[in-house]
Nanobody, 120 residues
């Protein structure tokens, strides 16, 4: 079964940087679309950044120009480099792996989440 292990969250001042990492177990990492999602208190979980198996990236408007998602298939790891952090970035960040399933469906796997807190 696929497992995701996250690290890198913490407390940082506004304008600072953090790098989140997510190590994915299993043999199918290179076939997975990977994403980072966040969830702030009282809000729904939202997509922050996605990278496909082919390396194409998509970002939420709120983080464009500040965050960068990347993957290292040799290490089964996806990263989220977060620069110029703002207090509104404060949330729990979750790593996601999306794997093609049968009959045109997808299977989603999630990490446990890591807290990012940005102080003003």
């Amino acid at each position: 079964q696929v497992q995701l292990v996250e690290s890198g969250g913490g407390l940082v001042q506004a304008g600072g940087s953090l790098r989140l990492s997510c190590v994915v177990s299993g043999k199918i990492f290179s076939r997975c679309a990977m994403g980072w999602y966040h969830q702030a208190p009282g809000k729904e979980r939202e997509s922050v950044a996605v990278i496909t198996s082919g390396g194409s990236t998509t970002y939420a408007d709120s983080v464009k120009g500040r965050f960068t998602i990347s993957r290292d298939n040799a290490k089964n790891t996806v990263y989220l480099q977060m620069n110029s952090l703002k207090p509104e970035d404060t949330a729990i960040y979750y790593c996601n792996a999306r794997i093609p399933g049968n009959y045109g469906l997808w299977i989603d796997y999630w990490g446990q989440g890591t807290q990012v807190t940005v102080s003003s």
